[in-house]
């Protein structure tokens, strides 16, 4: 329901709109407008209506065009895109409209053929989206950036699949093998774990479009390996989950058994209640390799350690008469007399009426994550393409964000922001209007036209950047931080260690961490501490609890002061651990914060 | 950095007083220490238990080695003990425990048992300490160990640890069956092996014990050995005038000349003295290989999770005794973004056994990082220490090397490939670039019989070389 100053605003809006005054109406519906977490229906997009109808007044087509698509009229947006003066949009428009041919065309002729090929594809033109991949590898503009050069052969290789050109993909995919591996190793050297994954993603999706296990397991496992560094339990589980499902279908009895006892250990650490369904996994898995390799008239040997590991999964289950059967299934193998003896009296101790276990909960459906699995080598290209023009990734969101409207809606007060007449990226103050409002966005793809907003002259936009990278809850995030805290001018590095201080989500532990090591102003090692006391995570505590016990004065006071006010995972317990060990100073220190944990517990 | 030594000494008085807990008699000053040692090592496998289990626990696997019998005692201390005391009463009289006082088990091998039995006990004990940065020691030597254990436990209070008490007699059922399954197997495995006490060659034992695959790898790897053991070192020929003859050769001396070189007219004999075409008796000798090097490359990446791992470390044990056999130096690497150190598998094979069926690799892949460097290793080998250098790769179907570097590392060393289960058709730029490559395939692996024929065909093939 709207309310009354909203009413009222809309009003004077709407008079003086019929009254011909449409700047002033502009400015009351851009009042409106501000409000984007409306969702009362229709309401928001009579605001819209309001602000095209001024704009139209006013002449002002390009702005209206971008209302329009707001408001998802895709033809009438086109309408008042010149197809020569604004390609991107048009091709956006015409997409929406089913038209990707003719997108395609559009797009590749203005210089976007990683667009246009996409277009092509989503239009079934495979041979056709083969030549502009083929485009995108021979860009000159690529030369010196290896990342994205592999995500163009990739999509290639991809294409000429698609095309069943199957020796020239193979090429393809092999070059994009090669720089994966490189990349990935040169990104985990340098602590970029998540650009890392990123490579790793593409591997596993490689191996799948090959039907190449290797490659499938190289993605799976070194994926799994980063997020556990991570912490993201529920990513890891799915990725554990999901591959068990892959090896299960490929028949590889031993990498599936392997990965369910490993998935069960995993869970025991992370403390989540999933060990005991992939303990029982891992036992029924172990049994079926060993099934398996006495069909296939495997070794004897295999057989029996297969079994060995199956109940060595149904004992760390309880399950004994689960071990009892599988004692059975040894005492069946033809092995020697004595051997077949123990593990028949094995077998009658532990067989008896099934047991009552506690419940083997499965990785639930509601906790795999819809985003565990994105097209990176789409998006990464076309942010490539786009090299962080503000209007056409603005244009971009405003279309293609609609499962958050919210992040639509600052999109567009962004994208009219730096559509307007006066507007110039040289004006320092237009320009950090810009990056306050792409920062508002908070999503993932304002981060490159934030970066290169960094790139300007003036300390006022850069300040402004950093004002509005510290709302992207991203770790590409803290690469701009890093360069704000180094920056020369004392605006910058202010605004920086605001940032610094804004960026309080779990992920950021690593990047924080990063920072309290490698610089040395103490009001920079300060912030970080004290925004690493706000994650709240269990890691976060033991941070704190060695700062505390190995930092002197200022950091040591910081650390403390966070302590005593930690809310989040439980620290009590390490905290009581400490204290047993500790001394002097730090022991009276600890006792303090031990009491303040347990009065707000 | 070490933690201060307060702290360790902290953490043993607050250890040694759950011993007021224990029910294995009799135990002092030594059995003490013995258990503190036990529960170093625990800790370094990431299993923090109080010290009274690992005393009670470690005492009865233990109980024959000094030639003193250690006994549960006949009542609990307390009637919340009596179930821990039942519990002990169990472990001491199965027939595994009985087996395995009749030989001596070293200290590392009596840690990995405890480990073996009571890690999904703590494992899953919300009591255990969380992660923590400080891996905490207990000295081996202070006064606290032959102090008064009911003073102990009266000036730091033991009751912390019956929550765990507690738990492990919930799971007695669990526990024993743990035991069962320690029988001949694991022992064996545990007997393959040799110990520096090093932290990684304690995990890296753990790791084995706990891994099916391990027993797998040297199952596999045992039952090639006999046809093996068969190895003679082959003769070769020499020049000096000693022994029979052997061959004709293309370089020797004058007393070794083919009497038919004499027939030829002066200026062709020179001709052919200039270019080294003269043909000489060779004498028998012993194969010249001192200077010899078989170097080889096991795959440790993620792509070889599996069967594909199994074999390849199986084969990788038997080439590796195949080459001592037949003389030679032989080095051994994991490699994966990463060539990883040398195992030396050659002469100190049980040392390193545990690193080779355990090792478990935390990088992803970078093949084309791992092979240049290999190859301006083996360059340098060659060039300055004149080595003759045999390399033999062990990886699967996805091992895409850049050309170039296969062949540089062709130029300097005899190359073989071997491309374990390629999940689909192998197709690989340099092979042709190899002097000689296997495909291992689940076919040929399907069978029990083909398997061994098939894994010792690579290895004589790779020998031949």
Known sequence: MATRDEIDTKDRADRALRAGRAREALGLYATLLAKVSVFEPGL????????????????????????????RRFAEAQRLFPVEERPLEWALCASRQGRHGEAARVLAEAGHPALAAVELETAGAHTAARLEWERVVRDPRLAGIPYETALAH??????????????????????????????ADDFESRGERERAFDCYSILLRLGKDTGSFENVAEGYLNGIRILASDDQKFYVLQYYDDFLSYAVEQ??????????????????????????????????????????????????????????????????????????RLYGALAALPLAAKKRTRYRALAVRYTGPAIELPAAVPFPEYLRRPGAYQDIWRQDLVEWELDGDPTAVLARLVVERTDHVRFSRLALRALLLCSSPGFSRDDPRAAADLALALGKIQVYEVLRPLERLYEHSSP???????????????????????????????????????????????????????IFRDFTDENIRIAAVETIGELGSLEAGLFLLDTLRHETGALRGAAHKCLVNFAGDDITATVRQYLDLEVGENREALQRVLRSLNASN | MPPPADLADNELRRQLATLSLSHVHPSGAMEAIAAASWWNMLAR?????????????????????????????????????????????????????????TAPLRDETVAVILARLLSDVYLRWNGRPRASTDIHELPMSSPAYDGDRAAQARELDP?????????????????????????????????????????????????????????DIVDFSLQLLPSLL????????????????????????????????????????????????????????????????????????????????????????????????????????????????????????????????????????????????????????????????????????????????????????????????????????????????????????????????????????????
């Open chain 1, 44 to 71: 928001y997009e009579s605001w819209l209506e309001g602000a095209l109808a001024a704009y139209q007044t006013m002449g002002r087509n390009r702005e209206a065009g971008y209302v329009l698509l707001g408001l």
């Open chain 2, 45 to 101: 496998l990431g299993l923090r238990l109080p010290l009274v289990v690992v005393h009670d626990f470690g005492l009865l696997l233990s109980r024959n080695r000094e030639g003193s019998r250690r006994e549960v005692a006949a009542a609990a201390q307390a009637p919340a003990l009596a179930r821990y005391r039942a519990l002990l009463a169990a472990l001491g009289s199965s027939e595994v425990i009985q087996d395995l006082g």
């Open chain 1, 154 to 183: 990739f999509n290639l290789g991809e294409a000429l699949l698609r095309t069943n050109d199957r020796g020239a993909a193979d090429r393809e995919l092999t070059i994009t093998q090669r720089l994966l591996e490189l990349l």
């Open chain 2, 159 to 215: 009751a912390w640890c019956l929550p765990f008490l507690q738990r492990l007699c919930e799971h007695e059922r669990a526990v024993m069956a743990r035991l069962d399954q320690i029988d001949a197997g694991v022992l064996r495995l545990l007997g393959l092996f040799s110990f520096q006490a090093g932290v990684s060659d304690l995990a890296d034992l753990y790791q084995v014990v706990s891994t099916s695959g391990a027993a």
């Open chain 1, 251 to 324: 028949q590889e009895w031993y990498a599936a058994a392997q990965l369910a006892r490993e998935a069960a250990d995993y869970s025991v650490k992370a403390g989540l209640v999933y060990d005991r369904y992939y303990l029982t996994r891992a036992a029924e898995l172990w049994a079926e390799a060993a099934r398996q390799n006495e069909a296939a008239g495997g070794p004897t040997d295999l057989s029996e350690n297969a079994l060995h590991a199956g109940i060595d999964a149904a004992s760390a289950l309880g399950d004994l008469p689960l071990c009892g």
């Open chain 1, 460 to 514: 006022q936009v850069r300040a402004a950047v950093m004002g509005g990278v510290g709302q992207v809850y991203c770790k590409r995030s803290f690469s701009l931080v890093r360069k704000g805290l180094a920056d020369p001018a004392a605006p910058v590095h202010i605004e920086a260690l605001r940032a610094l201080r804004g960026l309080r989500f779990r992920d950021g532990f690593d990047p924080l961490t990063q």
């Open chain 2, 230 to 465: 068969e190895t003679k070192r082959r003769p070769a020929a020499q020049r000096f005038s000693i022994d029979g003859y052997a061959s004709v050769e293309r370089r020797g001396n004058l007393d070794g000349l083919l009497p038919g070189e004499l027939a030829h007219d002066d200026e062709i004999f020179t001709q052919k003295a200039l270019c080294d075409d003269l043909l000489y008796y060779g004498h028998e000798r012993q194969q010249e290989t001192g200077r010899k090097l078989h170097y080889m490359l096991i795959d440790a990446s993620a792509s070889m999770r599996g069967a594909r791992q199994v074999f390849a470390r199986g084969l990788a044990l038997a080439l590796s005794k195949k080459f001592s056999l037949l003389g030679g130096e032989v080095w051994v690497r994991f490699f994966d973004s990463r060539l990883h150190e040398r195992l030396d598998v050659g002469s100190s094979a049980r040392r390193e056994l545990p690193r080779l069926l355990s090792f478990r690799s935390e990088r992803g892949r970078n093949y084309a990082r791992v092979f240049a460097e290999l190859a301006v290793e083996i360059g340098r080998l060659r060039r300055e220490q004149g080595r003759d250098v045999a390399l033999t790769f062990i990886t699967h179907a996805e091992c895409h090397i850049p050309t170039a570097t296969v062949e540089a590392l062709a130029r300097d060393a005899y190359l073989y490939g071997i491309f374990i289960l390629p999940s689909k058709p192998i197709d690989l730029e340099y092979l042709t670039k190899l002097h000689r490559y296997q495909v291992v395939t689940a076919e040929s692996l399907s069978r029990a019989a083909e398997k061994r024929r098939r894994a010792l065909e690579i290895v004589e093939d790779v020998a031949g070389g």
